[in-house]
């Protein structure tokens, strides 16, 4: 493609903020754990009515109005270890500066059905993190999904191995529901981001624990 098409297709989708949702690519991957932050974006393209498609090598694209804004809705091509090379790639198409990048994600540290919103902070063992914040600098937007830790003899272990085979494979039943549910409140607390700002969305979404119930302590904002 020559410069003036490569304009022209990068024009295509110019937006106003974008949204990774990090998670592996291809049919094998799409129901793990690791795959929450691309449930949310699949529910916020659902209810855009848009269609993702491949951009270059390391991205699934859409441009879709939400909160009166045009906002580029993404999915990576790239194993989440990779995950800088989509949110790189992200910036480039759609002209977005890193400070109103969201990026949604699984998190350990929370329980099953938790969000948290914040800006920038560390990458706190997520390897997806890790590889944005060495492409593209710490000052984008976190949508945390709590997914909780694997338990080895009863309590919660962060053995390397226990934490991948935990985190690569599918919950089943009401874990299953209650992350689809905080997919979909991620969902909401992207949209919010986008028309009220991180702090007024924070207040709302950060008081969330599992199952929508107020979290009292607030551990973790």
């Known amino acids: ?15 106003g903020w974008a ?30 009515g848009a269609t993702l498609r491949a951009e270059g090598r390391s991205i699934r ?18 194993y989440v270890n990779e995950s800088g ?7 480039r198409a759609s002209g ?3 400070d109103r990048l969201i990026v949604v994600y699984d998190e350990l540290d929370l329980p099953p059905g938790a969000l ?20 593209a600098g710490a000052d984008f937007l976190r949508v945390r999904l709590g997914i909780g830790r694997p338990l080895d ?5 962060r053995d390397p191995d226990l934490v991948a085979d935990y985190v690569l494979s599918n919950p089943a039943g009401a874990e299953r529901e209650t992350l689809e549910a905080s997919a979909r409140r991620a969902a909401d607390a992207v949209a919010a981001i986008v ?19 107020p979290d009292e302590a607030r551990r973790g904002v």
Not at 120 to 132: D, E, M, P, T, V
């Open 85 to 91: 090379r989509a949110a790189a790639q992200t910036l």
């Open 116 to 135: 948290r919103l914040r800006r920038g902070g560390g990458a706190g063992g997520h390897n997806g993190l890790k590889s944005i914040i060495a492409e």
């Open 61 to 78: 694209i859409a441009v879709a109005a939400l909160a009166g804004e045009r906002v580029a809705l993404v999915r990576p091509r790239v």
């Open 1 to 15: 493609m020559n410069l003036r098409g490569a304009l022209r297709r990068e024009r295509a989708h110019a937006a």
């Open 153 to 157: 003899g009863g309590e919660p272990t």
């Open 195 to 213: 028309a009220e700002g991180l702090e007024a969305a924070g207040a709302r979404f950060n008081r969330r624990g599992p199952g929508g119930a």
């Open 96 to 98: 977005v500066p890193p």
């Open 19 to 48: 949204v990774i949702g990090l998670g592996n690519p291809g049919e094998a991957y799409a129901r793990n754990r690791h795959n929450a932050g691309a449930w949310t974006v699949n529910e916020l393209a659902r209810r855009a």
